[in-house]
């Protein structure tokens, strides 16, 4: 991330101004700021959701804006919840794993993996709408670790849950980054 400048609206003034980052492969990174530092915008903007407006955001050597390097290889938990609350745990993997492209003995493979990574084995037949809130929080990240991403990004992903849900989301998060993975994290806690 190179010289970032982003505002919504230009009477808003800016959301970032001249942000510049490098995140080494393999590092896992921290985004500390207080609701509204433009945490998630940098999100956005870096998973090319959102197109930049100033400044220069590349993976590998390629812009952001003109590849779709970043989606293939990367995975986002945003900080909403990005799942479908009327269909079971397993139901939502297994869409999301066709999303992915991932079909047959593969897909199941990948959705076991998700599913042990982030705890949700007693789950697999609850309705998400149905769910904790750490429950749902746990399942948010499954679906990103899923696709066993090289680049990991994680929006908030601790906000609003009990002790426990946080220990095993923290808990994926090291193993997936143990394993190779580039994660970038966002955060208000300490």
């Known amino acids: 991330v190179t010289g970032l400048d982003f505002s919504y609206r230009k009477q808003d ?3 970032l101004r001249d942000v510049s980052l490098s995140i080494p492969k393999g590092s896992c990174v921290g985004l500390l700021g207080p609701n509204g530092a433009g945490k998630s915008t940098l999100i956005s903007l870096m998973t090319g959701v959102v197109s930049v407006q100033n400044g220069a955001i590349k993976v ?8 779709r390097k970043v989606r293939e290889i990367s995975a986002c938990a945003p900080q909403q919840f990005a799942f479908y609350p009327k269909l079971t745990v397993r139901e939502n993997l297994n869409y999301f794993a066709a999303a992915y492209d991932l079909h047959g003995a593969d897909g199941q493979k990948q959705i076991a993996f998700a599913i042990e990574a982030c ?3 007693a789950l697999t037949n609850r309705q998400s709408a149905r769910m904790s809130g750490g429950e749902k929080r746990r399942l948010n990240l499954a679906i990103a670790l899923m696709k066993q991403p090289r680049l990991l990004f994680l929006d908030e992903p601790t906000v609003g849950i009990d002790a426990s849900s946080r220990r095993a989301i923290l808990q994926a998060i090291k193993t997936a980054n143990a394993d190779g993975t580039t994660v970038v994290y966002t955060s208000h806690y300490m």
């Open 13 to 15: 003034g800016l959301i």
């Open 60 to 67: 590998d050597g390629e812009s952001v804006n003109s590849t």
């Open 119 to 121: 705890g949700l084995e």
